[in-house]
């Protein structure tokens, strides 16, 4: 069926139809419409979850893989950080169904987070990698995953980055048709499912490295790695990934300004176990090569590998020489950049002028949205510092991931740092033992505190540190696309006998004494609060609780109807200053409501002293 | 056969429905498409942009500084993230709205003018259209408005017929058929 689909929902079409029977998740983009575009559809024999963070998706996914099925396990490239004690573990182990642990890397850096390559995750776990160029890859690569992992008894991982992850694109790929699933089956193996000692470690370790050789061989006789030698060249091109989708682009560009014949090519799929035959062969036919690669040059490194082994002395083309970039994500220029170089032409002065235009167009800060409940706790916090007569940036508020890190922008300026899930409640406690006097706040979201954040509230109630935290609670999974956590209202958790978890039960049984659950929106209340919570020593937690603006917008939630009274309005224009909304909007003269974004939560309210901006109760 | 359309704008305008508008074209052209929008973050009001590329064959995702053979902009000052994407000789439009930012609101930061805009995309091509707001009827929505003026002014129009375009913005909004209608037309006489 012919069809315009994204590269993750590729995958996960892919996986259904390859059996998968648990498949698992951690919102991050770009992954997260793997599991999202299975939500909400019940598919016969496959479980579907978003789970509280990467490690327990994994986890969850390995042991079905453990009891003879195929599972599937998606998260975004910090996930794998988060999941990868337990994936080590899992790969000495291997599986006896199938485990394919699908990864998004974002070269160029398009959802905020380090641009890092987990290929060298898999090179340091022996785990293969398999790495798509396209959203058709994403499908039948990812079938071949299953089938391979299958094969080695190993987990294998599928990485994509975000340039094919989230773009949607024509295929001829079958529809979604889940197979019949067989009946599980475990068998009790200490040898195999624990690491009870130095000869289990070691022998699962021998296993390991030895799938990796079978697993070449088998993508040798599959041709999974595309080799086409070239006769009458020395020149060769080795491309990985996406970059494999600008080959053809990229030679036609650099053929525009030289003359060359054809070249040998090699499409590198598996980074990990690399297909040394075929890059041999290819270093046999030629004196130069160039390596086209995002990100980190593990496939260049390889080349140079083989070559010294082959004890032949090639030109290698790549990031090494410093040709390419390890920084940003590639297209046909960077393949035509490398492939002129290797001809020793001239780069032409059309491929590096900018007019500069960028620079003339206006920035754009990221804010929070109209009547983002967020909004309440950057000001709250920054009037009750004020209110104890601390300056601004002298008073330490540590932030968290999510939308919840928009308070570092203006005009709240609040947050001071943003470290990895969780570590907001860590961090301000190292900036409280190192001597800071002033107070230390800590920010947190609803799925972060869940995914991470609760070991650091445990490490400040034993350890007895004041600090107070603030724990922001949208009931979603908010910049990542709204998903669902534990803690979103039950009516739309995925199933009827699903349970809601309540971070206000489980505050208190963290043994925090000083706790309050307050809604945002009430800016004095809010205001107050924190500033009592200051006086008081020991761990204090408030809970701001409020649904995220534009997931209540999608059910029509409006919290009152705003207007300016244009009479009272004095056009000193603090409501704008202070709040940011994107609600209200000076034209040049005078100060409005944009009707459409406006949700009249009224914080901006509170803030005009001519009583200009009026709330009508709905 | 192949087309590389850059288009810009801001979270919130609807720059991405008119990139999967053309999209849809192009499929039931039976033609290969590749639309890769970067979103940015959930929120509203960040930059928004959208490659599409269609074409015979498959195609990569990312278009190369120089690639584009149209560029869409919605949004005044986004238009000029786009022309370096550009290819010399181009053709590009611009919705001249401005999407002011609050530094700008509040007189703290610069916008450019559609006068420096023009100034710098002429460096770029002579094909510059710069669309007159004025003319979208009132209540209608302006990113049909672009894609019909698109149409008219870019090489969109070696592609897809403007019916071929109108119906596929009545299968995809069936509730509003009139009031869009009324702004392609409007785009058509730009
Ligand atoms: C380890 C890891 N997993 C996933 C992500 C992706 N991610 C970024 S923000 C975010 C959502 C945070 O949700 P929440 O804490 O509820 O804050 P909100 O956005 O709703 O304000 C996620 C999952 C990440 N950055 N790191
Ligand atoms: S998406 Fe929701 S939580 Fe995020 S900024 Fe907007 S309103 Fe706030
Ligand atoms: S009430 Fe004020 S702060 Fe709240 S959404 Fe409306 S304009 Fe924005």
């Known amino acids: ?618 | 056969m192949s087309l590389s359309i850059y288009l810009t704008g801001v979270g919130g305008q609807g720059v991405l429905t008119i990139a999967e508008l053309i999209m849809n074209a192009a499929m039931r052209r039976g033609l290969y498409c590749n639309f890769y929008p970067t979103k940015g973050m959930a929120q509203r009001g960040g930059f928004v942009k959208a490659q599409l590329r269609i074409g015979d064959d498959a195609m990569a995702p990312e278009i190369h500084k120089g690639g584009a053979d149209i560029v869409i902009a919605m949004e005044l000052s986004e238009s000029l993230r786009a022309l370096d994407y550009l290819k010399p000789d181009g053709d590009i439009v611009i919705y001249p709205y401005r999407w002011l930012p609050t530094d700008v609101m509040l007189g703290k930061a610069d916008y450019p003018d559609e006068a420096s805009v023009m100034e710098v995309a002429k460096k770029r091509t002579e094909h510059v259209t710069m669309l007159d707001m004025t003319l979208l009827p009132e209540g209608c929505a302006d990113n049909i408005f672009l894609l019909s003026a698109a149409l008219k002014y870019t090489a969109l129009s070696e592609l897809f017929s403007s019916d071929e375009l109108a119906s596929e913005i009545k299968t995809r909004f069936p509730k509003g058929i009139e009031s869009n209608m009324l702004s392609f037309e409007a785009g058509m006489r730009s």
């Open chain 1, 1 to 618: 069926m012919i069809k315009n689909i994204s590269g993750n929902e590729a995958v996960a079409i892919a996986a259904v139809n390859a059996g998968a029977a648990v498949i698992t998740g951690y919102p991050g983009t770009p992954s997260s419409e793997t599991v999202g575009s299975l939500w909400g559809k019940n598919i016969e024999g496959v479980h579907v979850e978003w789970s509280t963070n990467e490690k327990v998706a994994l986890e969850i996914a390995a042991a079905a893989s453990w009891a003879n099925k195929r599972a599937l396990c998606t998260m975004k490239m910090s996930g794998l950080n988060v999941a990868y004690d337990s994936l080590v573990s899992i790969a000495y182990s291997g599986c006896t169904g199938a485990l394919v642990v699908y990864v998004c890397d974002d070269p160029g850096v398009s959802a905020g987070m380090p641009e890092q390559d987990i290929r060298g995750f898999a090179k340091m776990t022996d785990m293969p990698v398999i790495d798509v160029a396209s959203v058709d890859e994403s499908y039948w690569l990812t079938k071949y995953a299953f089938e391979l992992s299958e094969r080695i008894q190993s987990p294998v991982i599928l990485r994509s980055v975000t340039s094919v992850a989230l773009s949607h694109s024509t295929v001829d790929i079958p529809d979604m048709m889940p197979p019949a699933q067989a009946e599980p089956h475990v068998y009790k193996d200490i040898e195999k499912f624990t690491k009870a000692g130095a000869k289990i470690c070691m022998d699962q370790h021998k296993r390991l490295i030895e799938s990796l050789e079978i697993a070449r061989q088998y993508m040798r006789e599959d041709v999974i790695n595309q080799l086409c030698i070239a006769k009458d060249t020395s020149l060769g091109i080795i491309v990985s990934g996406v970059c494999a989708s600008y080959l053809d682009e990229g030679m036609e560009l650099a053929r525009k300004h030289a003359d060359f014949h054809a070249v040998s090519s090699l499409v590198v799929r598996s980074t990990v176990p690399l297909p040394t035959d075929e890059i041999r062969e290819m270093i046999e036919n030629c004196d130069t090569i160039v390596v086209v690669e995002e990100n980190e040059p593990y496939v260049e490194h390889g080349v140079m590998l083989e070559a010294f082994k082959l004890g032949k002395k090639i030109r290698v083309i790549g990031k090494e020489d410093g040709t390419l970039s390890r920084i940003g994500n590639f297209d046909a220029m960077s393949i035509a950049v490398a492939v002129l170089t290797a001809l020793d032409c001239e780069i032409p002065s059309e491929f590096t002028e900018r007019l500069g235009a960028e620079s003339l167009c206006t920035k754009r800060p990221i804010g929070v949205c109209a009547g983002c409940p967020h909004r309440g706790v950057f000001m709250s916090i920054n009037e009750a510092l004020r209110r104890m007569g601390i300056k601004k940036d002298e008073a330490i508020v540590t932030g968290d991931i999510g939308c919840t890190i928009l308070g570092m922008s203006p005009p709240f300026n609040t947050l001071w740092t943003e470290v990895s899930m969780g570590a907001s409640s860590p961090m301000a406690q190292g900036f409280i033992h190192a001597g800071i006097k002033t107070p230390v706040i800590s920010t947190i979201g609803d799925s972060t505190f869940l995914h991470g954040g609760i070991p650091g509230v445990i490490n400040a109630v034993q350890n007895n540190v004041d600090m107070l935290t603030i724990i922001m609670d949208n009931g979603w999974t908010c910049m990542t696309g709204m998903q669902v956590n534990a803690g979103t209202s039950k009516e739309y958790q995925a199933k009827e006998f699903h349970n809601r978890v309540d971070i206000a039960k489980i505050v208190p049984a963290l043994g925090v004494e000083h706790f309050a659950v307050h809604d945002p929106y009430d800016l004095e209340g809010m205001t107050a609060l924190i500033g009592d919570m200051l006086k008081l020593s020991g761990v204090k937690v408030i809970l701001a609780r409020r649904e995220c603006a534009i997931q209540a917008a999608r059910r029509k939630v409006k919290y009152g109807i705003m207007s300016v009274d244009q009479d009272k309005c004095t056009k000193c224009k603090l409501c704008i200053m202070k709040t940011g909304c994107p609600g209200l909007v000076y034209d040049g003269s005078n100060v409005h409501i944009d009707k459409k974004l406006c949700n009249g939560c009224g914080i901006c309210k509170s803030l005009c002293k001519f009583n200009a901006l009026v709330k009508e109760e709905i």
